[in-house]
């Protein structure tokens, strides 16, 4: 799949890419006031909005509809912002290209259905409109690739994919687990796609929205989806997680941002020197991880020879103390050498079991 690059979409694009706006559009006025304060905003380029909310209960407030969208395009008509909201259905997509909002995004609740996206795809035909994809709600990378893939097959190349965590019933910290390794895994699939993270809904509180965002830039992430409202606490929907758009300038300001390349040259030949050690260090870590295999192998066969379990608990504790002792002595973290030692154990026994099988079958056909 090739996409188009972020800056050829986005025009003055500054990195991190910043969209901010209310989860919800409710009012004229609070779109437009949301809008007037982030345009002062340096990074922030697009605004974002709710018009049909996918709420888990009906009878909650379910998204104003249709007439936000005359509202969306006051506020980039009067502020420049670029607008974007989501669509769940291809009447959705049709209204918000009839009003002229820029960009269009797909829920999480949305992306996580074939049958969904592919409307939405078909929908999109003939249009080139920009398309940002969120994650599915469970942690599922094959089922977000699949979304992004409908919608590039629509002939769509300005895509990006919105990170906004997994739900999970076992979370005490954030409302939506983040699960890093799912978007950047994502990255390496497919390479030129712009991730994007979207730590409010990541978070459910507005607390932890700078922790998040830093960790979002730390890993390389090309922007951030932020959920801003004039007075976060009287908000219609995802009121804890909002943020005024003052502190979403704090939080902006206050991230930092490193290169995968820096331009000081004495830094990067003493980072290749360090990783020249490392890269020394690990050959002699696996070298010796292959003797101590040759060992247990000896270890299995002798076992066998005298019918001895491959697993002797009371040599595993031993084992396990006298680590953990030198592990200490040697400053390193106890949890660390410990899950170590776990897997390196398990793969013993592994290894030794098979070891007497093998030993067990030439027996048997002797
Ligand atoms: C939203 O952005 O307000 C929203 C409903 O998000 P998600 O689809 O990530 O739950
Ligand atoms: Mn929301």
């Known amino acids: ?35 007037h304060a982030l345009k002062n905003i340096e990074d922030v380029r697009i605004l974002r909005a709710g018009v049909w909310k996918p709420r888990t209960r009906p009878g909650t407030f379910e998204g104003v509809g249709t007439k936000a969208l005359a509202w969306m395009a006051k506020a980039k008509e009067e502020t420049g912002l670029l607008t974007c909201v989501e669509v769940a259905t291809p009447s959705h997509v049709e209204k918000a290209l009839e009003f002229g909002i820029d960009i269009l995004w797909i829920g999480a609740r949305t992306s996580v259905n074939p049958f ?18 969120k994650n599915p709600i469970n942690a599922d990378l094959s089922l977000w690739m699949g979304a ?72 390389d992430m090309d922007g951030l989806m932020i959920e801003t409202h004039p007075n976060p606490d009287a908000a219609w929907s995802d009121a804890k997680q909002q943020v ?35 890269d020394r260090v690990d050959n002699i870590l696996l ?51 410990k899950e170590i030692y776990e897997i390196i154990h398990v793969e013993s026994v592994k290894r030794q079991t098979q070891i007497m099988n093998t030993f067990q079958t030439d027996k048997e056909s002797e």
């Open 116 to 133: 969904a996206v592919q409307e939405i795809a078909d929908s999109l035909k003939g249009t080139n409109i920009p398309i940002m994809v």
């Open 148 to 219: 992004i893939e409908r919608i590039h097959n629509a002939g769509i190349n300005k895509l990006a994919a919105i990170h906004r965590g997994f739900s999970t019933l076992d979370e005490p910290r954030y409302r939506n687990r983040p699960f890093w390794r799912i978007p950047i895994e994502l990255k390496h699939k497919l390479p030129g796609l712009p991730v994007i993270c979207d730590p409010s809904h990541i978070a459910g509180d507005r607390n932890l929205i700078a922790e998040v965002s830093q960790k979002a830039m730390d890993v």
């Open 244 to 278: 005024t758009p003052s502190s979403l300038s704090d939080i902006v300001g206050g991230l930092s941002l490193r290169t995968e390349f820096s331009p000081n040259r004495g830094f990067e030949s003493a980072l290749e020197g360090l990783r020249d050690q490392i």
């Open 1 to 35: 799949m090739e996409f188009l690059p972020l800056n050829k979409w986005i025009p003055n694009l500054k990195k991190p890419l910043v969209i901010a706006g209310p989860c919800s559009a409710e009012t004229e006025e609070q779109i437009l006031t949301t809008a």
């Open 287 to 337: 070298e010796s991880l292959k003797s101590r295999m040759e060992i247990v192998e000896k270890i299995g066969a002798a076992k066998s020879s005298n019918d001895v379990t491959p697993l002797q608990i009371h040599r595993m504790e031993k084992m396990m103390k006298s680590r953990l002792e030198i592990a200490k002595q040697l400053g390193l973290p106890e949890k660390y050498v």
